[in-house]
Nanobody, 117 residues
Framework: QVQLVESGGGLVQAGGSLILSCAAS????????FGWYRQAPGKQRELVAT???????NYADSLKGRFTISRDNAKNTASLQMNSLKTDDKAVYYC???????????WGQGTQVTVSS
C-alpha cells in the first residue's frame, strides 16, 4: 500500500507563500489522482485541489488564483504552491491518493500551516 508523507508546512505571515510537498512511496504514482485537503480547528475537512493522472486540475472556488497544485511523476511527488496566504488558510493540510478507479484512498498524516496577521 502506498504511503504518503507531507512536508513544507510551518508559520508564515499573511501575504506570504508556502510550498507543500507530498512524497508517495510505491510504483503506482503515475496511475494515481492526488488531492490536497485541509481541516481548520472546529471545521470539517475540505477540498483544496486535485490533480489527475493526465494533469487536469480542480480547485475549490475560493482558492482559485492563489493556490496551484502540481505533480512530478519522476519524483513521485505532488505539490501545492500557496500564495497570498491569509489567516483563514490556517489549517492542517492533508494529501490524498486514489489509485486508478479505486474507491479507496490513502491519506497522509497532515502538515500544519499557520498564518499570522
Amino acid at each position: 500500500q502506498v504511503q504518503l508523507v507531507e512536508s513544507g508546512g510551518g508559520l508564515v505571515q499573511a501575504g506570504g507563500s508556502l510550498i507543500l510537498s507530498c512524497a508517495a512511496s510505491g510504483s503506482t504514482f503515475r496511475s494515481s489522482t492526488f488531492g490536497w485537503y485541509r481541516q481548520a480547528p472546529g471545521k470539517q475537512r475540505e477540498l483544496v485541489a486535485t490533480i489527475t493522472t493526465a494533469g487536469t486540475t480542480n480547485y475549490a472556488d475560493s482558492l482559485k488564483g492563489r493556490f496551484t497544485i502540481s505533480r512530478d511523476n519522476a519524483k513521485n511527488t505532488a505539490s501545492l504552491q500557496m500564495n497570498s496566504l491569509k489567516t483563514d488558510d490556517k489549517a492542517v493540510y492533508y494529501c490524498k491518493e486514489r489509485y486508478g478507479s479505486s474507491l479507496n484512498s490513502t491519506w497522509g498524516q497532515g502538515t500544519q500551516v499557520t498564518v499570522s496577521s
